[in-house]
Structure formats: structure tokens, C-alpha cells
């Protein structure tokens, strides 16, 4: 594992020093005019597949030709916002199928090939048997589940009607960054490429359309795992800026051998992915201006800290309204103390609506319409 090493070393050190400024430099974009022009030969691509677990998609494509450049060809599009509220453009359409973790069935999505932020419709979720848990679940019988976007950064984000309460977004973030995703996808694959390079693995029949990469990589918890990519042997003719453009499969940069290659099949010990199609459609968006936030971030300091703030203060407005109640009891007796008791009371009945005021407004903002 020397050279897994090496490789993860250098491109870790590069990506710490960027992001000091704030920012990592994308290691897959080098500006050439003249790769401009293999942006009129784009193939058309879609994979035959019955949904079978064993069974391999089959590439459908155009006549091939010199596209090494498209590994260094920047995408057409811009990123799309990393926030919740704003315009989301998104310029590919994928479907694949699952067999992971109990579940099966194929999903369907739009994605931005410039940071693979992704979009799934409603009715592709609802008509899904993935999501058979979520439509089914009592706390949302009430919502009308309209479109889920998967932003940069990994959050998830449901956008949902509730009968009552209207258009809400339900959103569960990571606390990573565009970078931090980047970065952790990269190195991931690395380590999958240089462990099958160092296994000398990836050996296909040749009259197979796929070719299999077995190696392994460490998950968040520090475990070795085992997974093989299966990849079409002609190039992807597709520019795009991340490592991986799709969830498991789709478009993948290999850094190691320079070349931007079609990810047909994910096998994982917990079940296998595969590619559907994989389609270029007119730049397509949609603005999310309208939807309430709910934001369930008390896993992230950012949450903690939010809660602590909250905490604070209702204990600050229970101290003051204890001080006002002691000195009412120190004001003159009988007539003579009516003004003092009058003052104090008001001051004590404005704490008290601000704190229902306040348990209103974190109800709205903070848990979910379940009435």
C-alpha cells in the first residue's frame, strides 16, 4: 500500500492547504480550447438492465473516438446553492437500481454534473418501494411529499405540503462542506484503485462490456470494506467537476489512470448498485423560495449550540420573573403599595408572553407539524 499512500498523502496535504483559505482547488478542471470542441460528439448512453440482481447492464452508445480529454473538460453548468432556500439547475438524469440493506427497486433523479447535487420527484419517491417506510410513516399522513434535493454538501432535504401548515422544507444536514465531501469521496476512491492495482484485479473476459476494479476502503467508522466497481472499457464523453457524478454509479474519474469512465455496477458486501441510463437533458431548475425551513441539526455543534442558546435564555426570563415577584412582595401594604404592585405585574406578564411568544416561534421552526 506504498503507493495508496503516497497518493493520499499528497492529495490530503494539498486539500488541508486549500482549505485554510476556505476553499479547495477542484484537482479534475484544466481549461483547454481545444477540448472544447468534443463537446459536439457527447454520446447518446443508456444501459439495458431487467433489474435482476445478477444480472449485468449491457452499454448502448455511439461510435467512440479520441475522448481523453474529457477527463480535464470543466461541466456546463454552475453549482448549484449549498443553502436551502434559492434556484437548483440540474443538467443529467440517471436511474438505477438498489438491492441494498433489505430493500430493492430502482430510483430515478436529476443531478448537476458540476457538484452532484441531486433532485428526486415526488412521484419517484411515493411510486418507489425504497421509500416504502417513509410514505408509510404516521407523522407524515398529513404531507404531500413533493421533491427531495440532495445538496453539495450531502444534506437532505424533503419539500413537502402539509395539509395544515403549507409548503415546509424538512432538512437534515451533515455539517460537512462542498470541500469536506470532495475531499472524502476522492480519497475513497483512491484507496479503491490502488488496493485493485495492487491486487491486480482488474481482469474482465474480454468479450464482457465491463470491466471489474476489486479493492477495498475504510467506512466512517474505521472498518475495511470490500466493494468492486465494474466500469464500461469505452470512456465516458461526459465533463464533469467531482469525483463521482451519481449515488454509487454513474460518471467516475480515475485519477490513476486518467481516464473518465461510465461506473456501471457498485457490489458492496450489503448489496449491489446498478446503473440504469444515464441521460443529457435541457438544463432544467427549480426555486425552493416558498418552503419553511425545519432544520433538524441537533446532532451538529452548530444545533447544540443553538439549544444551548435557547436553555440560556429561558432561564434568564425565569430569574428575572422570580426577582420581579420578590420585590412585589417588599411593595407598601394595603392602597399604598397598588402602584408598585401594578408596575411589577405588568413587567412580569411581558416576560411571560414573550417566553409563549418565543415556545411559538421554536415550534414552528424547530419540530415538525404532526397534528
Same mark, same amino acid.
Given at each position: 500500500?506504498?503507493?495508496?499512500?503516497?497518493?493520499?498523502?499528497?492529495?490530503?496535504?494539498?486539500?488541508?492547504?486549500?482549505?485554510?483559505?476556505?476553499?479547495?482547488?477542484?484537482?479534475?478542471?484544466?481549461?483547454?480550447?481545444?477540448?472544447?470542441?468534443?463537446?459536439?460528439?457527447?454520446?447518446?448512453?443508456?444501459?439495458?438492465?431487467?433489474?435482476?440482481?445478477?444480472?449485468?447492464?449491457?452499454?448502448?452508445?455511439?461510435?467512440?473516438?479520441?475522448?481523453?480529454?474529457?477527463?480535464?473538460?470543466?461541466?456546463?453548468?454552475?453549482?448549484?446553492?449549498?443553502?436551502?432556500?434559492?434556484?437548483?439547475?440540474?443538467?443529467?438524469?440517471?436511474?438505477?437500481?438498489?438491492? /441494498?440493506?433489505?430493500?430493492?427497486? %430502482? #430510483?430515478?433523479?436529476?443531478?448537476?454534473?458540476?457538484? *452532484? +447535487?441531486?433532485? &428526486? @420527484?415526488?412521484?419517484?419517491?411515493?411510486?418507489?418501494?425504497?421509500?416504502?417506510?417513509?410514505?408509510?410513516?404516521?407523522?407524515?399522513?398529513?404531507?404531500?411529499?413533493?421533491?427531495?434535493?440532495?445538496?453539495?454538501?450531502?444534506?437532505?432535504?424533503?419539500?413537502?405540503?402539509?395539509?395544515?401548515?403549507?409548503?415546509?422544507?424538512?432538512?437534515?444536514?451533515?455539517?460537512?462542506?462542498?470541500?469536506?465531501?470532495? /475531499?472524502?469521496?476522492?480519497?475513497? %476512491? #483512491?484507496?479503491?484503485?490502488?488496493?485493485?492495482?495492487? *491486487? +491486480?484485479?482488474? &481482469? @474482465?473476459?474480454?468479450?464482457?462490456?465491463?470491466?471489474?476494479?476489486?479493492?477495498?476502503?475504510?467506512?466512517?467508522?474505521?472498518?475495511?470494506?470490500?466493494?468492486?466497481?465494474?466500469?464500461?472499457?469505452?470512456?465516458?464523453?461526459?465533463?464533469?467537476?467531482?469525483?463521482?457524478?451519481?449515488?454509487?454509479?454513474?460518471?467516475?474519474?480515475?485519477?490513476?489512470?486518467?481516464?473518465?469512465?461510465?461506473?456501471?455496477?457498485?457490489?458492496?458486501?450489503?448489496?449491489?448498485?446498478?446503473?440504469?441510463?444515464?441521460?443529457?437533458?435541457?438544463?432544467?431548475? &427549480?426555486?425552493?423560495?416558498?418552503?419553511?425551513?425545519?432544520?433538524?441539526?441537533?446532532?451538529?455543534?452548530?444545533?447544540?449550540?443553538?439549544?444551548?442558546?435557547?436553555?440560556?435564555?429561558?432561564?434568564?426570563?425565569?430569574?428575572?420573573?422570580?426577582?420581579?415577584?420578590?420585590?412585589?412582595?417588599?411593595?407598601?401594604?394595603?392602597?399604598?403599595?397598588?402602584?408598585?404592585?401594578?408596575?411589577?405585574?405588568?413587567?412580569?406578564?411581558?416576560?411571560?408572553?414573550?417566553?409563549?411568544?418565543?415556545?411559538?416561534?421554536?415550534?414552528?421552526?424547530?419540530?415538525?407539524?404532526?397534528?
Amino acid at each position: 500500500m506504498k503507493t495508496a499512500a503516497k497518493i493520499a498523502i499528497g492529495i490530503a496535504t494539498v486539500s488541508a492547504a486549500a482549505m485554510v483559505m476556505g476553499v479547495i482547488p477542484n484537482p479534475f478542471v484544466d481549461l483547454n480550447e481545444e477540448a472544447a470542441n468534443h463537446r459536439l460528439h457527447e454520446m447518446k448512453v443508456s444501459w439495458n438492465h431487467d433489474g435482476k440482481f445478477e444480472t449485468l447492464p449491457i452499454i448502448e452508445q455511439g461510435v467512440p473516438f479520441d475522448d481523453a480529454k474529457y477527463f480535464e473538460m470543466p461541466a456546463n453548468i454552475n453549482e448549484n446553492p449549498t443553502e436551502t432556500t434559492g434556484v437548483f439547475n440540474f443538467d443529467y438524469e440517471i436511474e438505477q437500481f438498489f438491492d /441494498v440493506g433489505g430493500y430493492s427497486g %430502482n #430510483l430515478r433523479y436529476k443531478v448537476n454534473s458540476n457538484d *452532484n +447535487s441531486m433532485y &428526486i @420527484a415526488g412521484t419517484d419517491i411515493t411510486e418507489s418501494p425504497l421509500f416504502t417506510s417513509l410514505r408509510s410513516h404516521p407523522m407524515l399522513q398529513k404531507y404531500r411529499i413533493e421533491f427531495f434535493i440532495r445538496n453539495s454538501k450531502g444534506d437532505w432535504m424533503l419539500f413537502a405540503n402539509h395539509s395544515e401548515e403549507g409548503k415546509l422544507c424538512i432538512k437534515a444536514p451533515t455539517g460537512l462542506s462542498f470541500s469536506d465531501m470532495i /475531499v472524502d469521496t476522492h480519497l475513497k %476512491n #483512491l484507496e479503491i484503485l490502488n488496493s485493485a492495482k495492487e *491486487n +491486480s484485479t482488474s &481482469i @474482465a473476459d474480454n468479450n464482457s462490456p465491463l470491466e471489474p476494479y476489486r479493492g477495498t476502503f475504510t467506512n466512517d467508522r474505521g472498518q475495511q470494506k470490500a466493494v468492486t466497481f465494474w466500469f464500461a472499457k469505452e470512456e465516458a464523453q461526459i465533463p464533469t467537476n467531482v469525483p463521482l457524478m451519481g449515488f454509487g454509479v454513474g460518471i467516475f474519474k480515475n485519477v490513476l489512470e486518467k481516464r473518465q469512465q461510465f461506473l456501471a455496477i457498485t457490489e458492496m458486501e450489503e448489496g449491489v448498485i446498478k446503473l440504469i441510463s444515464l441521460d443529457k437533458i435541457d438544463t432544467w431548475g &427549480i426555486n425552493t423560495k416558498d418552503y419553511r425551513i425545519i432544520s433538524f441539526d441537533y446532532h451538529l455543534p452548530s444545533g447544540q449550540e443553538r439549544v444551548d442558546n435557547i436553555v440560556t435564555w429561558f432561564k434568564h426570563q425565569q430569574e428575572e420573573m422570580a426577582r420581579l415577584r420578590a420585590e412585589r412582595k417588599n411593595c407598601p401594604p394595603h392602597q399604598a403599595g397598588s402602584e408598585c404592585r401594578r408596575i411589577l405585574e405588568r413587567q412580569i406578564k411581558e416576560i411571560q408572553q414573550e417566553i409563549e411568544s418565543k415556545a411559538q416561534e421554536l415550534n414552528r421552526n424547530m419540530t415538525l407539524p404532526i397534528r
